[in-house]
């Protein structure tokens, strides 16, 4: 299944209880964005600049101060099982088997009567470990699995409820980078068969650009887009080292030049750590 999802005039405003209106901070500002039917969507930008704070209210688990938030056609009320989160830590059950684990999401559909019975959320659990190749772990704590691994399994596991939408907070920030660049390919493969609207946050440019078919880069806090970069490249996994070709190289010099001209502005330490946390140094 797929979604589009549109995004008017968003604004989030941070404010501590009993303060005046005059303390409070705006995460977020006048924000506009169109994702269509499965696309693979990636968002860049320094730190601080409303990403996550984007992707929560996407979720359903934050509301804006102002604006709207459309998934086809309708506003979004809440947390739901059509919007599925992938977090940069496991979140994973210790005491849950990895099958367990993904099973999670269909216990609950099962719960507002739209699930299934015990055998087939089992066989669906099996289904989409498979998919995510980790065939054989199914009865394997989450101790007993790697990094890469138990991040997997997240995978899976916001994936078997079969969502509209997979919303992606920086996934594989905590791994080594060939673990990254395996599960990125593999998140590629998983996009390509199911054509699921994804919506996947990195701070590292390179990430957004080898991912997605659009890069949208916003600028520090208030977080709003600088620019939509549309990705044309050929099939990532088809060019050998697509990374050191000269059109990889294009965008991500651009996207680089997006986030420099506004880190420039900045003191040279928030200058020197908008650089490194953007991933503008690779």
């Known amino acids: 299944m797929m979604s589009t ?20 901070v705006t995460a977020i500002e006048s924000l506009d964005l169109w994702i ?30 102002q604006g709207e938030m459309l998934v086809d056609g ?11 989160v992938v977090f940069q830590q496991y979140a994973l059950f210790p005491w849950l088997t990895a099958a367990a684990n993904v099973q999670i999401g269909l216990e609950s559909q099962t719960r507002h009567g739209k699930g299934l019975g015990k055998v087939e959320r089992r ?21 007993e699995l790697s990094g890469g691994m138990r991040q997997r ?19 594989f920030a905590a791994l080594d980078a060939q673990t990254r660049e395996q599960l990125q390919d593999l998140l590629l493969d998983i996009w390509k068969r199911t054509k699921t609207t994804i ?16 890069v949208a880069v ?4 208030p977080g709003k887009i600088k620019e939509i970069v549309n990705i044309d490249l050929q099939d990532r996994q088809s060019v ?19 986030l420099h001209s506004r880190a420039a502005q900045e003191s040279p330490a928030q200058f020197e750590k908008t650089l490194i946390t953007s991933g503008a140094h690779a």
Not at 74 to 84: C, H
């Open 153 to 171: 399994v997240a995978i899976a596991r916001a994936l078997a409820h079969e969502p509209k939408v997979l919303l992606m907070d920086e996934p």
């Open 123 to 143: 066989a669906r659990a099996h289904e989409y470990l498979r998919l995510v190749g980790l065939e054989g772990v199914e009865d394997k704590y989450p101790h």
């Open 199 to 214: 919506v996947f946050i990195t701070h590292g440019i390179e990430e957004a650009v080898y991912l997605g078919q659009k």
């Open 74 to 84: 309708q506003p979004i009320a809440g947390p739901s099982l059509e919007r599925s």
């Open 218 to 221: 916003m600028s520090a806090k």
């Open 240 to 258: 050998d080292d697509i990374r050191s070709t000269q059109q990889f190289g294009e965008y991500r010099h651009h996207i680089w030049n997006l």
């Open 36 to 65: 269509e039917d499965g696309e693979f969507y990636t968002l860049v930008g320094p730190s601080g600049c409303g990403k996550s704070t984007l992707l929560d209210i996407l979720a359903g688990l934050s509301t804006p101060s």
């Open 5 to 24: 999802i549109e995004i008017k005039n968003l604004s989030k405003k941070f404010q501590r209880t009993g303060a005046s209106d005059e303390t409070a």
